[in-house]
């Protein structure tokens, strides 16, 4: 008796290495990306707050953990964003209109320029999302950034200067929210 509950305490400490909770979502704490043939580490998660409402759990997924957002954005190395949509509904007019924001707050008019045309396919990818809705945004160096939506795959957009731009969003000098960029850097 005292072996099968040792085995049970066991198992459940094991089960807390495997797994994080942020904001009641079960997170995965390393992951196989698929097409990119290596094993990724969760760097971080948290929690994406507009106002007072919790709109969506992120976590960052890459095959070293880091602090260096740096680092993160420029280095050409498989990598994932998951986002786990927690508020009852994001429009998807408010998604493009927050992914526009987000790579023009930290790209310059000419980066924007390049990225435009870019920015609008991957907008067009997005639709209305609701809560359990997960879209993984993963990067696959020398392919580009494929975009999976309730696990359909809607596309890949190429150019690691998109992914670059895309990780500045949450990374860049002016994140989505600092306590998210915190976050995923592990802090």
Request: glycine share 12%.
């Given at each position: 008796m005292k072996l099968l509950f040792s085995l049970l305490i066991l198992l459940?400490?094991?089960?807390?290495?495997?797994?994080?909770?942020v904001g009641g979502v079960t997170l995965p704490?390393?992951?196989?990306m698929d097409g990119s043939g290596v094993t990724l580490q969760m760097?971080?998660?948290?929690?994406?707050?507009?106002?007072?409402?919790?709109?969506?759990v992120a976590a960052?997924?890459?095959p070293e953990k880091t602090g260096d957002a740096e680092k993160i954005i420029k280095e050409d190395v498989a990598k994932r964003v998951l986002m786990h949509i927690v508020y009852s509904e994001v429009d998807r007019e408010k998604l493009r209109s927050g992914w526009?924001?987000?790579f023009s707050n930290n790209r310059s008019a000419?980066?924007?320029?390049?990225?435009?045309?870019?920015?609008d396919n991957f907008n067009a990818m997005f639709e209305t999302l609701h809560k359990g809705d997960v879209v993984?945004?993963?990067?696959?160096?020398?392919?580009?950034?494929?975009?999976?939506i309730r696990g359909e795959q809607?596309?890949?957009?190429?150019?690691?200067?998109?992914?670059?731009?895309?990780?500045?969003?949450?990374?860049?000098?002016?994140?989505v929210t600092s306590s998210l960029k915190s976050a995923l850097l592990g802090k």
């Open positions: 459940l400490s094991a089960t807390n290495v495997w797994s994080k909770d704490e390393q992951i196989n760097n971080g998660a948290g929690i994406r707050k507009k106002f007072f409402f919790s709109i969506y960052l997924y890459l526009k924001d987000g000419d980066e924007m320029k390049a990225l435009r045309e870019r920015l993984l945004l993963d990067y696959l160096p020398g392919l580009g950034t494929r975009v999976t809607k596309g890949t957009i190429p150019g690691a200067d998109f992914n670059q731009a895309l990780m500045s969003v949450w990374l860049g000098g002016s994140p």
